[in-house]
Structures are given as structure tokens and as C-alpha cells.
């Protein structure tokens, strides 16, 4: 079993819709989690931590269930600038390794 | 302030030639990484460096060695290249422990090994 499952869409939504992601990790251990943005053919970038107690940026809406080991991703009011793929970010114990999701790719079209 | 620079962006190698991939970076953290990215596998940890002076095997060592040169820079060699390391390499650093802290990446190489 993999250690971060995403489903990989590709998810292709009009803009101004609510659109979520969801991914599993099998280590109960996990430590941290994370969900980072990589547009084509560029670098990964941090979009948001995510913790135990759910957090928010703006249209972005993070959580996080221990008890299942999943961890969602709810954008709202999706913009064209959106359009992207969102990886799953996991850190399966103490120390510097970071498990990466091979990511849900994202079409916000007009 | 540059945040992770890598060099070269593309590179073709010949199956057996050997490169080394540099990476810098200008955030003075404390800790860096090197990546490669295949389709349909997602980010996987070839070799990171926790601290100057140190470096530690990720999850797909194989084939690779690095250099944590000072600070600033950690480079990635390539002895003796193969086709199976045709990949997308990411540099990354970190202010401490990765594991907590958000990594910062440099814009990758693209090596194509024939």
C-alpha cells in the first residue's frame, strides 16, 4: 500500500465552484502534514499546513482526521489561477522525511 | 534574494557519462534536499544534508552521491548515468527540520540520460 493515496482527477470544475481532494496516509505515526501546489512544469510550493484542529486561508480550508488518516482539501469560489495540482504532503515519524502524494490535477475552466 | 537556484535547467546525457547538479540557496536555512520527480510516482527523497557537515540517505539513494559543500550549497552527482535516472531533480531547503517547516524548492533540471 502506497504511503499517501490521492485520487489523480484530473478534476475539472467551472470557475466559481467548490471543489474538494481527499488523501489518505497509512503510517498512524504521521507527525506533520501538508498540502503543497505545483503548476505545470514548476517547482512545488507550500499552500497550507494542515493541523489537527482544521485550518483556513481565505478560500482554502484545510482538515484532518487522525482516526481515518485522511486529510482533505476544500477550495472554494475556484478561480482560473487555481488550475494546478495539489499534492499530498506527509511526514510519516520524526525526522527530515517527507512523503509526497502523486498529486490531484485541477482544470478551473471559464 | 534568489531563494533555491539550480544549475544546469536541462542537461542530455549518454547512458554511463557522469554530472554533478548544483544547488544554492540564499535563505540561510539550515537544511537542503534533493528530489527527483517521475510521472505517475510523485516527489521522491534521493539524499538531504540535516546540517552542514552532514548528509543522510532518503528513499532512492541508488546511484547518487552528494556533497554538502557549505551552507549555501549541496550538489548531486551522478557517477555513471542511466536511462532509469531520467527524471526531474528538485533541490529544496528548509530553516530546520523538514519535517515541520516548509521546504522551499529550486525550479529543477530536467536530465534526459539516452
Known amino acids: 500500500r502506497k504511503e499517501v493515496e490521492q485520487d489523480p482527477g484530473p478534476f475539472n470544475v467551472p470557475e466559481g465552484a467548490t471543489v474538494a481532494f481527499n488523501c489518505t496516509y497509512s503510517?498512524?505515526?504521521?507527525?506533520?502534514f501538508f498540502w503543497y501546489r505545483q503548476d505545470c512544469r514548476k517547482e512545488p510550493k507550500l499552500l497550507m499546513s494542515?493541523?489537527?484542529s482544521g485550518n483556513e486561508d481565505g478560500r482554502f480550508t484545510a482538515q484532518l482526521n487522525r482516526a481515518s488518516q485522511y486529510i482533505s482539501l476544500l477550495i472554494r469560489d475556484s478561480k482560473l489561477s487555481d488550475s494546478a495540482t495539489y499534492l499530498c504532503?506527509?511526514?510519516?515519524?520524526?525526522?527530515?522525511?517527507?512523503?509526497f502524494g502523486k498529486g490531484t490535477s485541477l482544470l478551473v475552466t471559464p | 534574494n534568489a531563494g533555491v537556484t539550480q544549475t544546469p535547467k536541462f542537461q542530455v546525457l549518454k547512458t554511463g557519462q557522469s554530472m554533478t547538479l548544483q544547488c544554492a540557496q540564499d535563505?540561510?536555512?539550515?537544511?537542503m534536499y534533493w528530489y527527483r520527480q517521475d510521472p505517475g510516482m510523485g516527489l521522491r527523497l534521493i539524499y538531504y544534508?540535516?546540517?552542514?557537515?552532514?548528509?543522510d540517505k532518503g528513499e532512492v539513494p541508488n546511484g547518487y552521491n552528494v556533497s554538502r559543500l557549505n551552507k549555501r550549497e549541496f550538489s548531486l552527482r551522478l557517477e555513471s548515468a542511466a536511462p532509469s535516472q531520467t527524471s526531474v531533480y528538485f533541490c529544496?531547503?528548509?530553516?530546520?527540520?523538514?519535517?515541520?517547516?516548509?521546504?522551499?524548492f529550486g525550479p529543477g533540471t530536467r536530465l534526459t540520460v539516452l
Open positions: 535563505m540561510n536555512h539550515n537544511s
Open positions: 544534508s540535516a546540517s552542514e557537515g552532514t548528509t
Open positions: 529544496a531547503s528548509s530553516e530546520g527540520d523538514g519535517a515541520y517547516n516548509e521546504q522551499f
Open positions: 503510517n498512524s505515526a504521521s507527525q506533520s
Open positions: 494542515v493541523y489537527s
Open positions: 504532503v506527509v511526514n510519516p515519524h520524526s525526522g527530515y522525511a517527507l512523503n
